[in-house]
């Protein structure tokens, strides 16, 4: 008929399980509970949300894939303490290979640590100096031996930003890590320039022991820049 609108679509309702973790993590909200405190009995949450056992039991499981519950056998459901951890397990899953993924998570990390390289510059101690240049001479000498250093590169960044002691930074340098690692497949790629890539380390470290908060944050940059032009070299390589 002219001038009435068309009927919308019936839109899906959510799963029965869905619409209770969505009720559980309400419940958690609501109460204010904390790591380590219980939840009711499955029996009475299903009775008091008005489903069966088994739909109470399926969200239970699925909030413990996230991370939010725990199960302790024969105790009961409690919720757990927050961690990065199901998000680092399942990321690396849901990646591509593509180099628009992989320059995205660079801009990521490198818009991460710039803009909180201050703070390290601020409050460094020389307990984690010294561990930043044992880790950057570990890399010089496989550097030397034209070797990967990818494991002593994530050690490095790690203790770079330690003294902050932010666990949610901690955390997100260590996601970005990881999907960056995967969706770039960097630690089997060719590096024309190993020692550059150390001398990068190196440079980041002397101007975070001199308290030069421009320096450091410029050296951080470019060494993020060196990074992309590995990564290009290969793309081209291999296209090549």
């Known amino acids: 008929m002219s001038g009435l609108r068309g009927i919308k679509p019936l839109t899906k309702p959510p799963s029965l399980h869905v619409t209770v973790q969505e009720s559980l993590r309400g419940y958690i909200e609501d109460n204010q509970l904390k790591a380590g405190d219980a939840l009711p009995p499955e029996s009475f949450l299903a009775q008091q949300l008005g489903v069966s056992r088994n739909s109470v039991r399926e969200a239970i499981k699925a909030l413990e894939s996230v991370g939010v519950l725990e199960t302790r056998r024969g105790i009961g459901v409690f919720v757990k303490e927050f961690s990065f951890q199901p998000l680092l397990d399942n990321l690396a899953y849901g990646l591509g290979d593509t180099l628009r993924d992989v320059e995205e998570l660079r801009e990521l990390r490198r818009v991460l640590e710039t803009g909180l390289i201050h703070k390290t510059v601020e409050m460094i101690g020389e307990e984690d100096l010294t561990a930043l240049r044992q880790v950057t001479e570990r890399m010089r000498q496989r550097a030397e031996r034209d070797e990967s250093f990818a494991e002593e590169d994530e050690q ?13 930074l901690t955390g997100l340098i260590e996601i970005f890590w990881r999907a960056f690692y995967k969706a770039s497949n960097f630690a089997n790629l060719a590096n024309s320039d190993p020692l550059s890539t150390w001398r990068d380390h190196h440079e980041i470290v002397e101007a975070v022991a001199a308290r030069d908060i421009e320096r450091a944050r410029e050296r951080l940059d470019r060494h993020y820049e060196g990074i992309l032009d590995v990564i290009a070299n290969n793309k081209k390589s291999t296209n090549g």
Do not use: P
């Open 156 to 168: 490095f960044h790690r203790l770079l930003f330690r003294c902050q002691n932010n666990r949610m």
